[in-house]
């Protein structure tokens, strides 16, 4: 079956303005994660929407970024004001199930370039 | 703090010998860990995963894994390499009890085999 996959592949923006990024998890999955990847800090985790329960957002670095998760299923982070820092692969993943040790699936990531 | 450390950057290994690639972890509560493979300009794919029971652990494309919970390990195993195993490694503990659902990357490592 199709697995995760998001949109756009790659984004060039400029310092200072917004950006929104897409998540499509598989069909059926309750749990969706977003995750940063970058040369500096690696592999980070941002946020995971656990079903019908409140996101937890504790990984978001700043209040520039948020997230939202549409009728459970599509997911959009937006970043505003993006910086230079910002530069970095976002990494979409979801589960079957929240909680507990689930196997996340991930997507091919959208590569953002901030200039 | 809960942590994972991938001691070794990179791992050489000669096609058809066995390879190891290390990972320790400090995680509070029961330990659920994870194996990915990252290969270049892709996402993260799953191998394999520690819940319970069995130290040994077999997964995707002939990958095992070995828990020792008192070594605090989880290292990857392959007993004969292939050149189309070169790829990023990333071992991850999840946070805490296991119901966050966040993942907690290592730096990777890069597992090169030559013919």
């Known amino acids: 079956g199709a697995g995760v996959s998001q949109s756009p592949s790659n984004k060039v923006t400029e310092k200072g303005k917004d950006v929104e990024l897409r998540c499509d998890p598989i069909?059926?999955?309750?749990?969706l994660y977003w995750y940063r990847q970058s040369l500096g800090q690696g592999l980070e985790f941002l946020i995971y929407?656990?079903?019908?329960?409140?996101?937890?957002k504790s990984g978001l670095p700043s209040d520039r970024f948020s997230a939202e998760r549409t009728g459970g299923s599509v997911s959009t982070l937006t970043i505003q004001r993006t910086q230079q820092e910002d530069s970095a692969v976002y990494l979409c993943?979801?589960?079957?199930?929240?909680?507990?040790?689930?196997?996340?699936?991930f997507g091919p990531g959208t590569r953002l370039l901030v200039l | 703090a809960q942590s994972v450390a991938q001691p070794e950057d990179q791992v050489n290994v000669a096609e058809g010998n066995p390879l190891t690639v290390k990972c320790t972890y400090s995680?509070?509560?029961?330990?659920?860990l994870f194996w990915y493979v990252q290969y270049p300009n892709r996402g993260l794919q799953f191998l394999l995963k520690?819940?319970?029971?069995?130290?040994l652990v077999k997964g995707s494309y002939g990958f095992e894994a070995e828990f020792n919970k008192s070594q605090t390990s989880f290292h990857l195993k392959k007993p004969s390499a292939l050149v189309s195993d070169s790829a990023l490694y990333f071992c991850?503990?999840?946070?805490?009890?296991?119901?966050?659902?966040?993942?907690?990357f290592g730096q990777g490592t890069t597992l090169q085999v030559k013919p």
């Open positions: 520690y819940i319970t029971g069995d130290n």
């Open positions: 995680v509070s509560g029961n330990p659920y």
């Open positions: 993943a979801s589960s079957l199930l929240a909680g507990g040790p689930e196997t996340q699936y």
């Open positions: 991850a503990p999840l946070h805490g009890s296991g119901n966050t659902g966040k993942l907690i």
């Open positions: 929407f656990q079903g019908n329960s409140a996101p937890d």
């Open positions: 069909s059926g999955h309750t749990a």
